[in-house]
């Protein structure tokens, strides 16, 4: 077996009394797309929060690329090489596309003006990120030095999602991608999701959205009470059975 | 994704507010140019030499202080304290001077010290205890200005007691006829770096967007609270600036100096085209805007009109100016 670009192992995360993660596994292959699902409460966004570095959890262990690492913040991830796109997307409404991609990781002009003026390398900045946006197939956002608020839902997503895939050299984490999106908006970001995978980055995708989970993922996380409890292929097993999984109405298939 | 953008007939309105939202400054930059036309046919004293030496110096003072408080704002803030911090400050270096004979140069940087320190305690405040900076300000507003009535036993230093380098400020050179102080000369000189920072650096750019989005700014891997506290501290070494131009203009340190200081500058920003909701705005605007305050009272005065009017004009433009800003943040792509 190929050993898993991100694992966690008995991850426990509790909240005082509540406990949101119960000794939590998950595996992450090379080159996949990873659908985590689960009812609410069941654990997805503590156990996503504690891959990408957002909380630290209790107990259990994360390995990346088979060593351990453990992120304190969000930063120590991103610059683990893992990037995740949170559900409300983390994107400046006023700055522009460009200054949004590069956000936190501004680059600087060469010589005496970057080091000693601190000048923004404004021009390498929108070039890199009109590269980015082509080669995701953006066609929509004409112009990367326009104001993310004047963009559409779908249109943000994607300029998150190719934050996301510009910067992240390991693992992306999509948490809930689609949720506000219309349906031609979903289409095309299922479209990108499927293109970062080509690129051969791996995708853990969090969704309650079923067909779109069934659509695009290899394998599907089911976690439940806080665990997992089953990782099942798309192909063999029915939405409906992955639902009844999910909510406890049906063991899974040993 | 794919689909291309169709090109929609846009009305002359929507044109003129996405013109607006692309560049804030517009707006206010037509008020004052206007305004000043206006005025110079209503009066023919108004562009006279003597009389824009006497606009300059009057805004000399507020302008500084917005220099800082535009920063604050941007990050969705407001700093209430500005007055208190200047007035504390000029108290500082002037009395400390006067009194033990300690030249000017060291007056003036333990002045600036003491403003970056009160400017620390506001952001310390921010962003330890967690509270709104409305409420920050206010308290250290009277903390300051009590301060500032204990070190100075309520007393005014005469600027015959100071080095001259304290009353530089408000010393003059003539430009065609026009006499100007250094202290507008160190205005400008202070917006245009300012200017510089704030689009040009990656602070600037975190300073936007953590007025932004304050959430979305810390998951991106901005330092918010480090962001934060260096804004306010920096505007608190802004307003010693600013109480440097206010020794110069009144020619002596009052403790009473600048009541009204610290909304003035907020009024300036506001008509600046500055967003009161953060992550909006230039500092070009707030010098702008202030400028625009200096016009219309002065013009207002020229044209015989009581100053309970002009008063009013003032308050009519902050509204105006507000009310435009809340209308270019619905701009649609």
Redesign the interface.
């Known amino acids: 077996m190929t050993t898993p670009i991100l694992q966690a192992t008995g991850l426990v995360k509790r909240y005082g009394k509540v406990t949101a993660l119960a000794g939590s596994d998950l595996e992450l292959l090379p080159g996949e797309i990873l659908a985590v699902i689960g009812d609410n409460g069941a654990g997805k966004s503590s156990l996503i929060k504690a891959l990408s570095g957002?909380v630290v959890p209790d107990e259990g262990e994360v390995l990346l690329d088979g060593s351990p690492v453990s992120f304190s913040t969000?930063?120590d991830a991103?610059n683990a090489g893992i990037e995740?796109v949170?559900q409300?997307?983390?994107?400046?409404?006023?700055?522009d596309i460009a200054?949004n991609l590069f956000?936190?990781?501004?680059l600087?002009r060469k010589g005496v003006l970057g080091s000693v003026?601190?000048?923004?390398d404004r021009a390498g900045m929108r070039e890199e990120a009109r590269r980015q946006l082509d080669a995701l197939?953006?066609?929509?956002i004409?112009n990367p030095g326009?104001?993310v608020?004047?963009?559409?839902g779908?249109?943000r997503q994607?300029v998150a999602v190719a934050r996301a895939a510009a910067f992240g050299s390991r693992v992306v984490i999509m948490d809930e991608p689609t949720a506000a999106l219309g349906v031609?908006e979903s289409r095309?970001v299922l479209?990108?999701i499927l293109q970062v995978r080509d690129r051969g980055l791996p995708v853990i995708l969090i969704s309650h959205n079923m067909p779109h989970v069934f659509e695009v993922a290899d394998r599907i996380h089911i976690q439940r009470l806080g665990r997992r409890k089953a990782v099942v292929d798309p192909k063999s097993v029915s939405m409906s059975d992955a639902v009844a999984i999910m909510t406890g109405a049906m063991e899974p298939p040993s | 994704m794919t689909a291309v953008v169709e090109q929609r007939d846009r009305s002359l309105l929507t044109r003129v507010q996405h013109v607006l939202h692309a560049q804030a400054t517009i707006g206010p930059a037509v008020v004052l140019l206007t305004s000043v036309i206006v005025f110079a046919l209503l009066s023919e004293r108004f562009l006279t030499p003597g009389n824009i030496s006497l606009i300059l110096q009057q805004v000399a003072v507020v302008g500084t202080l917005a220099v800082g408080q535009t920063i604050v704002i941007l990050t969705a803030g407001i700093d209430l304290s500005c007055g208190a911090i200047m007035v504390l400050t000029s108290i500082v270096m002037a009395k400390v001077a006067s009194e033990t004979g300690l030249p000017g140069l060291p007056a003036l940087l333990l002045g600036f010290l003491v403003g970056t320190v009160c400017g620390l305690l506001n952001g310390m405040l921010v962003t330890r205890l967690k509270l709104p900076p409305f409420i920050v300000t206010l308290g250290t507003l009277n903390v300051f200005f009590a301060l500032n009535l204990w070190y100075s036993g309520s007393a005014t230093i005469r600027g015959s007691d100071m080095p001259s380098l304290l009353l530089w400020t408000g010393q003059t050179f003539t430009v065609g006829g026009t006499r100007i102080t250094y202290g507008s000369i160190l205005l400008v000189v202070l917006v245009a770096a300012m200017a510089f920072v704030l689009k040009n650096t990656a602070w600037g750019r975190h300073v936007y967007s953590t007025g932004d989005d304050l959430e979305a700014s810390r998951l991106s891997g901005i330092r918010t609270a480090r962001v934060l506290l260096s804004v306010y501290a920096t505007a608190g070494l802004i307003y010693a600036v600013a109480a440097w131009t206010l020794i110069g203009r009144i020619a002596s340190a009052s403790p009473q100096a600048g009541q009204t200081d610290n909304l003035d500058s907020i009024t300036a920003v506001v008509i600046g085209g500055t967003s009161l909701f953060g992550g909006r705005g230039a500092v070009v605007g707030s010098l702008i805007g202030a400028l625009i305050v200096g016009v219309f009272r002065n013009g207002l005065a020229l044209a015989g009109v009581d100053v309970l009017w002009q008063t009013m004009a003032v308050g009519v433009l902050i509204i105006v100016a507000v009310s435009l800003d809340q209308w270019i943040r619905k701009v649609k792509a």
Do not use: K, N, Y
């Not at chain 1, 409300?88 to 700055?95: D, G, K, M, N, R």
């Not at chain 1, 956000?103 to 501004?106: N, V």
């Not at chain 1, 197939?137 to 929509?140: K, L, P, R, S």
């Open positions: 957002a969000p930063l991103r995740t949170h409300s997307l983390a994107v400046s409404p006023s700055l200054a956000l936190g990781r501004e600087r003026f601190r000048m923004l197939g953006i066609m929509t004409q326009q104001a608020e004047t963009l559409s779908g249109q994607a031609r095309a479209d990108l």
